[in-house]
């Protein structure tokens, strides 16, 4: 089974896994992005992140969030502090992604990390 995907601005890469409880999601968002409101941006509508609501004054830029954003056609967002990956389910929740999911996006993390800028 898949997991959620916590891209860090230095470039560190971990994996946990969401409650299965919708209503106990946030905290353990809070925790992984260091802070008190979240936001959530769609990259398609099965995969999205979650980020903080108040990143670009508190937090570091985050390229390879923002990199995996523009490959999926967020070419003007740029992403700060810790972004969490998640799946969505058919109801609109924040899920684990899963195994394919997860798979593609490791593949553009991966081609990043291959072809800087």
């Given at each position: ?11 560190a ?23 008190t ?11 999205g992140?979650w ?56 593949t ?10």
């Open positions: 089974m898949g997991a959620t995907l916590v891209l860090n601005p230095d470039g890469l971990i994996e946990i896994n969401l409650k299965q409880d919708v209503n106990e999601h946030l905290l353990p968002m809070y925790e992984h992005i260091g802070c409101a979240v936001t959530y941006v769609a990259l398609t509508d099965r995969i992140l980020l903080d609501e108040d990143g670009p004054l508190t937090q570091r830029p985050n390229v390879l969030a923002s990199r995996l954003g523009w490959q999926y056609g967020l070419v003007r967002e740029q992403f700060y502090g810790p972004v969490l990956v998640c799946g969505i389910d058919g109801a609109g929740n924040s899920t684990d992604l899963t195994d394919f999911q997860q798979a593609a996006v490791l553009h993390l991966v081609d990043f990390i291959d072809h800087p800028l």
